[in-house]
């Protein structure tokens, strides 16, 4: 048990610091912020650990590691307006996959959260499943009209 805690929490300070570690070309400075475990029904403590370091904590884009990245993250709060009005699951679902490329998250390994949720809980379909469900929605819930 104690081995698989370790495991989980070396993988995702690995993804904290990979996610990170994408930096402007006028720093060298590296940004790590350590993640813990969340519970995977709760997506606000999900994205408060895992989405707030560069979203922000109100999903504008403006969170503490966003002037280390390329690009300024996304704002968060108006996927919806950006998208004719319709939120998109299936895109949300794809970029925590790690199947969709956004300029400014770099390469597609950072972050790729969906590989790990499933090393967080046991590693099964339905569990990661349930993660990137409940995230989702609360990033439905902050949509602005």
């Known amino acids: 048990m104690l081995k698989t805690i370790s495991m989980i929490a070396a993988a995702a300070l690995?993804?904290?610091g990979a996610g990170y570690?994408?930096?402007s070309s006028q720093s060298n400075q590296k940004i790590v912020i350590p993640v813990?475990?969340?519970a995977p029904v709760d997506g606000r403590a999900m994205y408060v650990n895992y989405c707030a370091p560069c979203h922000g904590a109100d999903g504008k884009g403006n969170g503490p590691v966003a002037p280390a990245l390329r690009q300024q993250p996304v704002d968060l709060t108006l996927l919806g307006r950006g998208n004719g009005g319709k939120f998109p699951v299936m895109h949300i679902d794809a970029v925590l996959q790690g199947g969709s490329t956004i300029p400014s998250h770099g390469t597609r390994e950072m972050p790729v959260?969906?590989?790990i949720f499933a090393t967080m809980d046991r590693g099964t379909y339905q569990e990661k499943t349930i993660r990137i469900?409940?995230?989702t929605a609360y990033l439905r819930s902050m949509q602005t009209p």
């Open 36 to 38: 813990t475990k969340t």
């Open 133 to 135: 469900n409940h995230l």
């Open 113 to 115: 959260w969906g590989p």
């Open 21 to 23: 570690g994408a930096q």
């Open 14 to 16: 690995f993804a904290a």
